[in-house]
């Protein structure tokens, strides 16, 4: 059994129906708690069941962040972090440093669901010091790049076979 909590939210899960139920008898006598049923939202993420296993996405974080940064009506791009050189980012001229941390912190709040923003995010989060206006445009960027599938997410598959599965774009390159 798998008990999460945070704050006054609490998650219960497990492979043993009957363990669960007693488990939450015993902390609604304590606490009186509410049970919502199945799990479909958690901490932003958005649970979904689906024949073969479950996603884990954060496409309402999403789709937020692309309206709180009035990038909703922007095209879409497909490759999160823009081409660059270190001279350009260097001799540009500064940024807001708060809405520049602001927004690379909500981006690495989506590498949770979202793998193939860690790099980006990461390469980003370098410049919270003195960011530069090319620094904001590359976070817009990589906002324009989640407006192309904002419900991309991670997917866990429920089968018994326990081999690692890795695929590759080979004409990316």
């Not at 945070?6 to 006598?29: C, P, R, W």
């Not at 999160?80 to 001279?87: H, N, R, T, W, Y």
């Not at 997410?153 to 774009?169: K, V």
């Amino acid at each position: 059994m798998l008990v999460v909590v945070y704050m006054d939210d609490i998650v219960v899960t497990g492979n043993n129906s009957a363990d669960i139920q007693a488990l939450k008898a015993f902390l609604h006598e304590k606490f009186k708690i509410k049970d919502l049923g199945e799990l479909h939202y958690f901490l932003g993420m958005e649970l979904l069941k689906v024949p073969n296993g479950l996603i884990m996405t954060q496409k309402k974080f999403t789709m937020d962040l692309l309206k709180d940064f009035q990038c909703d009506t922007l095209t879409p791009t497909s490759y999160p972090l823009v081409p660059f050189s270190k001279a350009s980012f260097t001799e540009d001229a500064p940024a807001d440093a708060t809405a520049y941390r602001k927004l690379v912190g909500k981006l690495n709040y989506l590498t949770n669901t979202r793998p193939d923003l860690t790099f980006s995010v990461q390469y980003l989060s370098q410049f919270h010091q003195t960011p530069s206006t090319a620094h904001m445009a590359a976070t817009i960027h990589t906002l324009r790049y989640l407006k192309k599938d904002p419900s991309l997410g991670l997917f866990f598959n429920n089968s018994e076979d326990y081999n690692l599965q890795a695929y590759c774009d080979s004409d990316w390159a």
